[in-house]
């Protein structure tokens, strides 16, 4: 059940450390036109990190989680996070492919090497090439039209590869692939951040990600089963598979609702209005978060400019923007150049390295990876509101590179030393088991906050464009991890690993001094945060509340309260 964000208990004392507990304080309220004042006493003094106005409005008035409009919202999200769904299909079904002989035989490829990086890496480019216009097409005509287009360009891409004859054909139907990914996982991410209700937010927008290990696991379990055909209909099926999702993903586009803050853009308050009050408010338009929202909505984009949709230049004119930018930098590069890559595009060559030849038990053991990483990743969801984005994202980077450094010491030993003897198969195990731990654990940090994280630290103008530049930023480093990996792995093996280590170190130190934590805020009033200037000491700034029998009132400011 969606949580509100943690508030801190405890005894508030002045500078003489008197209790102030028993002292009464005139609180302003208002509400639209109306304001009351009232003395109450204080039962508590509370600390929280974030909006005060936010946590007072949530608190006044909860949402149900289960009631018939929150179970319609979520049926809504499904279709957003259909976009991850296809995404992780598509990523993770050459990994699996590129590991079947009747592929290999039928292109004359092999595992490894540039001929088969190239493959890998022009889905990447198209990927980076369609990211462009995702910010024309999102701003333009909405994010619904987003995620739409993006499922018609792919089902045109995996009609092309299915029915390849040449590598020619593969590629050009994987470089359409890439166009529909970028347009759908821009899309899809910046809806359902922007049609959750705020106060869960973290949660739901958490588990988008998440959906990228039902493609994962769709593709390795299909690609398992069908490798015991000995025809190219071995790998052509699971290529036709990629229909499926966008098939869906384009059916729902046109029965959801469309973003409220898209319509507010638009100059469509009422109808942003009917849609927050329904999924927001229970209904009421007078519901304390609608007229928070709405408020916000409408002063965020009185502060946004007219631009041209190719005009990147506010997301670097000021020190807020960048400051904005730099976020999503650090976390576009950071989740993709962690290692995790490595196992998605070439895990069954990592195997390799283990001393696990086997092409059935390498496709079985990519498809329990993706069942372990799923966990994870749920596990990494439900914890959104409970563990802050920058704690999770520091300490997880160290654990990931001592994970890492694992796999690369047992992968060494085996290789250098042991091989297929007693002790080898020990080691090889080993090395399994903690590529497994690896996965988990980057499920865990990353994939709940890839594109939560990132559409959080952009405002409303710069979102649609920002999420664009994110695509092209995981795409740089997919090109990357697709291409310079498959070349690094056939010519220094398990050595390449290193540099992942180190990366992750590398990562560890920026998100401990450099991120911003955005958990507990409404997307507009991290505006202030970023304003700062130091934004990741602001975002740490604690804020005092007081608390009575009826809720939370306003924010506690030495001696008087701010008007809420």
């Known amino acids: 059940m969606p949580d509100l964000p943690a508030a801190t208990d405890h005894e508030s004392k002045d500078n003489n450390n008197k209790d102030i507990g028993e002292h009464a304080l005139s609180v302003t309220s208002s509400n639209g036109q109306d304001e009351t004042k009232a003395q109450v006493s204080i039962g508590q003094v509370l600390e929280v990190q974030g909006n005060t106005e936010f946590i007072s409005a949530a608190t006044a008035a909860p949402l149900n989680p289960w009631s018939r409009t929150s179970l319609q919202l979520y049926l809504i999200l499904l279709t957003a996070c259909l976009n991850a769904t296809a995404s992780g299909f598509d990523g993770s079904i050459f990994s699996t492919i590129n590991a079947m002989d009747q592929y290999k035989a039928y292109f004359h490829k092999q595992e490894t090497g540039s001929s088969t990086g190239i493959i890998f890496a022009i889905y990447t480019i198209g990927s980076m090439v369609g990211a462009l216009t995702t910010g024309l097409i999102m701003d333009m005509f909405g994010r619904r039209a987003g995620m739409g287009i993006g499922s018609i360009i792919i089902m045109i891409g995996a009609i092309v590869v299915t029915a390849a004859r040449s590598e020619a054909y593969l590629l050009g139907g994987r470089f359409v692939l890439g166009l529909g990914i970028a347009l759908g996982t821009s899309a899809a991410p910046t809806y359902a951040i922007e049609l959750a209700p705020p106060q869960w937010r973290a949660r739901v927008t958490g588990y988008y990600n998440t959906f990228f290990y039902s493609g994962s696991i769709l593709a390795t379990g299909v690609t398992y089963a069908t490798a015991k055909n000995h025809t190219s209909l071995a790998w052509r099926l699971p290529l036709g598979l990629q229909c499926i999702p966008p098939l869906f993903i384009l059916l729902g586009a046109f029965l959801i609702p469309e973003s409220p803050r898209w319509l507010c853009s638009r100059g469509r308050i009422d109808d942003a209005t009917r849609i927050l009050a329904k999924y927001h408010g229970g209904g009421d338009p007078g519901h304390p978060i609608v007229q928070l929202e709405i408020r916000e909505f409408e002063e965020s984009i009185k502060q946004g400019k007219t631009r041209s949709w190719w005009d990147w230049r506010e997301l670097v004119h000021t020190h807020n923007a960048r400051w904005r930018i730099g976020m999503v930098t650090l976390m576009s590069y950071g989740s993709q150049l962690s290692g995790n890559s490595v196992l998605t595009y070439y895990l069954p060559s990592m195997y390799t390295q283990l001393g696990i030849t086997s092409t ?157 934590e955005t958990k507990g805020r409404t997307l507009e009033e991290l505006q202030e945060v970023f304003d700062a200037k130091w934004p990741p000491r602001a975002a740490l700034e604690k804020k005092k509340m007081l608390k009575t029998d009826d809720g939370l009132l306003g924010q506690l400011d030495e001696n008087r309260t701010r008007e809420v």
Request: net charge positive.
């Open 360 to 516: 059935d038990r390498r496709l079985l053991l990519t498809f329990a990876n993706n069942i372990v990483s799923c966990a994870g990743a749920v596990a990494g969801s439900a914890t959104n509101d409970r563990i802050g984005r920058r704690t999770k994202l520091w300490v997880g980077s160290f654990i990931l590179a001592g994970l890492f450094a694992a796999v690369t010491g047992f992968s060494s030993q085996f290789t250098t030393k042991h091989g297929a003897t007693g002790a080898g198969i020990a080691l090889s195990n080993a090395g399994v088991a903690f590529i497994f731990l690896f996965g988990c654990a980057y499920s865990f940090v990353y994939t709940p906050l890839t594109a939560t994280y990132c559409a959080e630290a952009l405002d409303n103008h710069t979102r649609a464009t920002g999420m664009g530049i994110h695509i092209i930023m995981n795409n740089t480093a997919n090109f990357y991890n697709t291409y310079v990996t498959a070349i690094a792995l056939k010519a220094i093996a398990w050595k390449y690993y290193l540099v992942f280590v180190a990366l992750n170190l590398l990562y560890g130190v920026f998100w401990y001094f450099l991120g911003v």
